[in-house]
């Protein structure tokens, strides 16, 4: 079975502009999830859909990212404008089922450079 | 809220050592708990879980009880190799609505030859 997929894996943009990723989840998993990743510390959640709902975007700095999953498969994370705050790693995880404790699938990242 | 410690890294071993990552949690309810491993390249996997107090998760050698009493979830390894140097992350989910895994800051832990 196919990993989740991310793209692209790495950019480096300059503050103000604006940047998006893409994430495929594994296929028929129902929950998908966006952390950001800052370095030194560990993956924070940003949102959370099941299907093509949102669940949770309590932690999503809404003024400037967004985030949609059309269709309940693929999804995409926009930051518009980027600060330098930003520079993370941007991960996407999914899972079969809708309960906390299914066992989460994770992408390798796309590292963000905000420069 | 709820949080994880873990301890400080960078740690580092010989290949053959016992290993020992601390993590403590603090929550209010009674979460399931979670070590994560990150190898070099490579996105985050589940390493071991365990949902109760008591439990014993397990995998490739890996061990964590869940300790209740004190809040621990300790992962240790016996005789660790080469190929187990990555960064491990301690996590806990909530066991109520807010279904949201929290991270420790992680651990990377380097294997000397």
């Known amino acids: 079975e196919a990993g989740v997929a991310q793209s692209p894996r790495y950019k480096i943009i300059e503050k103000r502009q604006s940047v998006a990723f893409w994430c495929n989840p594994i296929s028929g998993h129902a929950t998908l999830y966006w952390y950001q990743q800052i370095l030194g510390q560990g993956p924070k959640l940003l949102i959370q859909f099941q299907n093509n709902g949102v669940v949770d975007d309590s932690q999503l700095p809404k003024d400037r990212f967004s985030a949609e999953r059309l269709k309940g498969v693929d999804s995409t994370l926009k930051i518009q404008p980027a600060k330098l705050e930003d520079s993370a790693v941007y991960l996407c995880a999914s899972a079969r089922g809708t309960r906390g404790t299914d066992t989460q699938y994770f992408g390798p990242g796309t590292r963000l450079t905000v420069l | ?113």
């Open chain 2, 1 to 113: 809220g709820n949080s994880v410690t873990q301890m400080e890294g960078p740690v580092t071993l010989s290949e053959e050592a016992f290993l020992t990552i601390n993590c403590t949690y603090t929550a209010t309810g009674y979460p399931s708990l979670f070590w994560y491993v990150q190898y070099p390249g490579e996105g985050l996997q589940l390493l071991l879980k365990a949902t109760k107090a008591d439990d014993k998760g397990s995998n490739k050698g890996f061990e964590a009880t869940y300790r209740k009493e004190t809040t621990s979830f300790h992962l240790e390894k016996g005789s660790v190799q080469v190929s187990d140097s990555a960064v491990y992350f301690c996590a806990l989910l909530e066991g109520n609505r807010d279904d949201k895994i929290i991270f420790g800051k992680g651990t990377r832990l380097h294997i000397l030859p």
